[in-house]
């Protein structure tokens, strides 16, 4: 059964809920704490948000991101987030299966297996600010909630993306989609009056239009996609995963890297013991995905070698990797 928040409330820390921001936020009297969380512990809980000492992360000159909220929002003491994912994984493994649940090696299992929906069970909710071309990007994630800034109803601000004169950088001659190196300075300060001149041009015609009774919705078309958007975006943690595995890669563009960056800066204290498995298992991340074909020439070169046994406790995945070794023609000592 559930009960309202104020029913418990000499259960929860100093007989208050830690909320950092409460601008925007519900009352706390409309949370409502279901018993099976506090079963978990001695009874007490607290909010999860007050685990990220910093919910907003300034990105290039004028953007940022902000943590608004995140569910599970109320954590019995002594846990994080990551609970949620052990809580509903539980769901499937019944009573007889105590040994894998222990928390954490249940999250680095289901990691490992791509059991993806109990980490669904984690939504995180932002607001976040970015040059358009930026959201462009962004916006391809399609498994998310999305409500931005209105250009038709609301007056676009003068407020563009202008990048730092040392981070101008050369097209990439191995990636057609990619920079390396920096333009000579000289060039460089030669762009950015370019861009300059023609971001404040475009807003004056922008804010000229407008004045002369143009409809806000084509007005604008004049300005350029270096214009700051923003939005709040809500996300869960499995679809999150996915977008920083893209995102926070090597591979993406640096100006979506950054809110990538920060966006898992923000995560990692509400949700620990995931981010590590997701660091430790992801391929795009710490860890390495062979094809058929890479496993057939190593194969080839190392047959008959012997092999450690992985540096893990766990038993489970040390017989995950037997079987990875045998497959790559290995033996394990
Ligand atoms: C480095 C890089 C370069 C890129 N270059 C380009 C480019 O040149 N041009 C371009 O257009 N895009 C480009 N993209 C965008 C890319 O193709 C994806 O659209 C984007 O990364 C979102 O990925 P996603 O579809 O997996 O994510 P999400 O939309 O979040 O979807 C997550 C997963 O859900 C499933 N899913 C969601 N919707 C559907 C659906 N309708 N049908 C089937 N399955 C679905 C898929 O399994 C998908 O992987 C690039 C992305 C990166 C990271």
Not at 195 to 221: H, P
Not at 275 to 302: C, F, G
Request: hydrophobic content about 35%; charged content about 25%.
């Amino acid at each position: 059964m559930f009960k309202k928040l104020k029913e418990i409330k000499d259960v929860l820390l100093g007989g208050e809920i830690v909320v950092a921001d409460t601008s925007g936020y519900p009352s706390k009297e409309d949370f409502y704490i279901d018993d099976s969380i506090q079963s978990q512990s001695s009874g007490d809980v607290f909010d999860v948000l007050s685990l990220c000492q910093n919910k907003e992360i300034k990105c290039l000159d004028c953007g940022h991101v902000r943590l608004i909220d995140v569910m599970p929002r109320i954590c019995p003491v002594g846990n994080t987030a990551d609970f949620a994912i052990v809580q509903a994984a539980r769901v499937s493994y019944g009573d007889g299966t105590k040994t894998v649940n222990e928390d954490r090696g249940l999250i680095r299992y289901l990691m490992r297996h791509s059991h993806t929906t109990p980490f669904e069970m984690v939504e995180f909710k932002f607001h976040c600010k970015m040059p358009i071309f930026v959201s462009r990007q962004w916006i391809r994630h399609r498994t998310s909630s999305v409500n931005e800034y209105s250009g038709r109803y609301s007056i676009m601000k003068d407020n563009f993306y202008y990048p730092e004169i040392q981070d101008i950088r050369k097209q990439s001659m191995h990636n057609k989609q990619g920079s390396e190196d920096f333009m000579s300075s000289t060039c460089a300060e030669e762009f950015l009056n370019n861009l300059n001149e023609i971001c404040q041009t475009a807003y004056n015609y922008y804010e000229k239009n407008i004045e002369n009774g143009m409809t806000r919705e084509q007005a604008r078309m004049i300005l350029p996609v270096n214009l700051y958007t923003e939005w709040y975006w809500k996300i869960d943690l499995h679809n999150l995963f996915h977008f920083l595995a893209l995102r926070c890669d090597s591979h993406a563009q640096k100006e979506i890297r950054v809110f990538a960056d920060a966006i898992l800066e923000l995560i990692t204290p509400i949700v620990p013991v995931a981010v590590e498995a997701w660091n430790d298992y992801h391929p795009m991340r710490q860890a390495l995905k062979l094809t058929s074909l890479e496993i057939d020439v190593i194969k080839s070169s190392l047959h008959g070698k012997k092999v450690e046994n992985l540096k893990t406790l766990n038993s489970r995945e040390k017989q995950e990797w037997i079987q990875k070794a045998e497959r790559l023609g290995l033996e394990v000592k």
